[in-house]
């Protein structure tokens, strides 16, 4: 599956009603994230069955200042509508490769239940 340009609109219901999302803030006249586009683009063909989208912070600032994207291209992983995953900076193939393999193996579920468990002790 290709890379896909989401809006604010379209924000929430494609993080909820996707297993795995991965979200690329960029914007046009950044090198860096001209620059990671490529390897976000090979990522999105090698694993279809994980949506790639793209927020362009210049044309949804309200989204970015909403995700407090505070440098790009910032990359966040959500995994059954939970954020799991959130850095800033172009990341190089193998470790993109190495966060999609990561998030697959995350048992987010087990995690919230962990963390439910903790904050009742």
Request: charged share 25%; hydrophobic share 45%.
């Amino acid at each position: 599956m290709a890379t896909q340009d989401i809006t604010a609109e379209q924000f929430n219901d494609t993080i909820n009603d996707n297993d795995i999302v991965l979200v690329d803030f960029w914007a046009s006249w950044c090198g860096p994230c001209r620059a990671f586009a490529p390897t976000f683009s090979a990522s999105s063909e090698k694993h279809p069955d994980v949506v790639h989208a793209k927020v362009d912070t210049e044309a949804e600032q309200a989204l970015a200042q909403a995700a407090d994207i505070r440098s790009i291209p910032t990359l966040m992983v959500f995994k059954k509508g939970k954020l799991v995953f959130n850095q800033a900076g172009a990341l190089p193939p193998a470790a993109l490769e190495d966060l999609v393999q990561k998030v697959r193996e995350f048992d987010v579920d087990a995690a919230i239940a962990a963390q439910d468990d903790g904050a009742q002790a």
